[in-house]
């Protein structure tokens, strides 16, 4: 069982949006920064959305982020068929001085 | 740019303790904390262990604490991951990932392409 919670699977078309809820709780989300990685097999996770709704260079504005207290939330709009991978918050729990992840969201572009 | 290459994965047996590299280049090495995160064969990501920039500070999954070793060489821009008693449920891809600053955030803002290591008999 992973620390924060994520929805197994999401889908949606070419071209509509998609969200990813991330929930935690006060020694995680609720007092850390959140950041969003995309994962497609057999590459290096990529970072998308740090300190909770900052996008690193080169990641294009259909991502975003937010968060309100202990749970977060990655969208993604004009989805392309290119989008589907992996997802996964993560975040750093100040209680078990570790990092922790969630269990990672399937993200099917139909 | 950065870049972050693992090495030292490959089979091992129940028992086992191998060693992971992981050679830093295009970035300010000595001043950034790193991680080592896991994926197991169709797993989520796990994460492992964190180092301080200057390896005063060292943090481990209650998974691994007690077994693995995290450590780092700033004069040769090298982190390392010392893995000892390895059991079968170990088997997995290992990154190393750079921290954006010298402590732990929790954010991991490059990673490696990542080392296999298969604990089999």
């Known amino acids: 069982q992973s620390v924060l919670t994520q929805p197994p699977s999401v889908s949606a078309a070419p071209g509509q949006k998609v969200t990813i809820s991330c929930s935690g709780s006060?020694?995680?989300?609720?007092?850390?920064?959140v950041s969003w990685y995309q994962h497609l097999p057999g590459t290096a996770p990529k970072l998308l959305i740090y300190?909770?709704?900052k996008r690193p260079s080169g990641i294009p504005d259909r991502f975003s982020g937010s968060k309100s207290g202990t749970s977060a939330t990655l969208g993604i709009t004009g989805l392309q068929t290119g989008d589907e991978a992996d997802y996964y918050c993560?975040?750093?729990?100040?209680?078990?001085?570790?990092?922790?992840f969630g269990g990672g969201t399937k993200l099917t572009v139909l | 740019q950065v870049q972050l290459v693992e090495s030292g994965g490959g089979v091992v047996q129940p028992g086992g303790s191998p060693r992971l590299s992981c050679a830093a280049s295009g970035f300010s090495f000595s001043n950034h904390g790193m991680h080592w995160v896991r994926q197991a064969p169709g797993k989520g990501l796990e994460w492992v262990a964190f180092?301080?920039?200057?390896?005063?500070?060292?943090y481990y999954a209650d998974s691994v604490k007690g077994r693995f070793t995290i450590s780092r060489d700033n004069s040769k821009n090298t982190l390392f991951l010392q893995m000892n008693s390895l059991r079968p449920e170990d088997t997995a891809v290992y990154y190393c990932?750079?921290?954006?600053?010298?402590?732990?955030?929790?954010?991991?803002?490059?990673w490696g392409q990542g080392t296999l290591v298969t604990v089999s008999s």
């Open positions: 993560g975040t750093w729990d100040s209680s078990l001085s570790a990092g922790v």
């Open positions: 990932a750079k921290d954006p600053h010298y402590y732990s955030s929790g954010t991991f803002d490059s």
């Open positions: 006060s020694s995680n989300i609720g007092n850390n920064y």
């Open positions: 180092i301080w920039y200057d390896g005063s500070n060292k």
């Open positions: 300190e909770n709704n």
